[in-house]
C-alpha cells in the first residue's frame, strides 16, 4: 500500500526564518513520483514541484529547496527566509506504477508565517 | 494556455436536489481526476479518466455520485440525490498521462443544506 505522512500538521514561523516541512512516504514500487503543492488561502492547489525515484539531486528553486532521500523515504521541503506570503497549507503527494499513478495525497502542514 | 476550468465555483443546494459540476480539462491532457476535499478527510480523489474512460472510480462515495467524460474537453460529477455531507470543495484536475504533474482547477464550493 502507499502512503504519505506529514506529521507536523501546524507550523508558525516569523518572517525571515527558515522552515522545512517534512514528507515521509511508503511505497514498494521501485518506479514512482513525489510532488509538493501549495494551497494558498484562496484556496486553489498549486504545484511546486514534481520528482522521479531515481533522481535524488536536490533541487533548489530560489527560496525552495527539496531533499529527496531515499534512504529515509523522505521528500523534505526547505524555504529559506520565510515571507508573509508562504502562508499555506503544503501537500506533499505519491504516485507509483503498482497504483496505477494514483495520486495519494499527505494530509497537509499549515504553515503561518507572521510578520 | 488556460487552465483547467471548472464551473460554478460556488454551488448552494437543499438535501434532495440533484448537482452537476462541470470541468474542461487542459487541452491536450488525457488524463483527468475529480477530488474532494474536506476538513476531516483531507483530499480524496473520487474518479479518474485517462482517453475519457473511467480508471479507477474505487474513491467514489456510493451510488449517488457519478460521473462522465464524453469527450477530451468535458467533464461532469453529478450527485443525486444530494446530503449535507456532501458539503465540501470538489477539485477537478488534469495532466498528460496519469503518472505526470497534475493541474488543478479552482474547485467548487458545494454547500448542501
Known amino acids: 500500500a502507499q502512503k504519505v505522512t506529514q506529521a507536523q500538521t501546524e507550523i508558525s514561523v516569523v518572517e525571515k526564518e527558515d522552515v522545512t516541512l517534512d514528507c515521509v512516504y511508503e511505497t514498494r514500487d521501485t518506479t514512482y513520483y513525489l510532488f509538493w503543492y501549495k494551497q494558498p488561502p484562496s484556496g486553489e492547489l498549486v504545484f511546486l514541484i514534481r520528482r522521479n525515484s531515481f533522481d535524488e539531486q536536490n533541487e533548489i528553486s530560489g527560496r525552495y529547496s527539496w531533499n529527496f532521500q531515499k534512504s529515509t523515504s523522505s521528500f523534505n521541503f526547505t524555504i529559506t527566509a520565510s515571507q508573509v506570503v508562504d502562508s499555506a497549507v503544503y501537500f506533499c503527494?505519491?504516485?507509483?506504477?503498482?497504483?496505477?499513478?494514483?495520486?495519494?495525497f499527505g494530509a497537509g502542514t499549515r504553515l503561518f508565517v507572521k510578520a | 494556455d488556460a487552465g483547467v476550468i471548472q464551473s460554478p465555483r460556488h454551488e448552494v443546494t437543499e438535501m434532495g436536489q440533484e448537482v452537476t459540476l462541470r470541468c474542461k480539462p487542459i487541452?491536450?491532457?488525457?488524463?483527468l481526476f475529480w477530488y474532494r476535499q474536506t476538513m476531516m478527510r483531507g483530499l480524496e480523489l473520487l474518479i479518474y479518466?485517462?482517453?475519457?474512460?473511467?480508471?479507477?472510480d474505487s474513491g467514489m462515495p456510493e451510488d449517488r455520485f457519478s460521473a462522465k467524460m464524453p469527450n477530451a474537453s468535458f467533464s461532469t460529477l453529478k450527485i443525486q440525490p444530494s446530503e449535507p455531507r456532501d458539503s465540501a470543495v470538489y477539485f477537478c484536475?488534469?495532466?498528460?498521462?496519469?503518472?505526470?504533474?497534475?493541474?488543478f482547477g479552482p474547485g467548487t464550493r458545494l454547500t448542501v443544506l
Open positions: 479518466f485517462n482517453n475519457n474512460v473511467p480508471i479507477d
Open positions: 503527494a505519491l504516485s507509483g506504477d503498482s497504483g496505477g499513478f494514483k495520486t495519494i
Open positions: 484536475a488534469s495532466s498528460f498521462h496519469g503518472s505526470d504533474t497534475q493541474y
Open positions: 487541452s491536450g491532457h488525457n488524463s
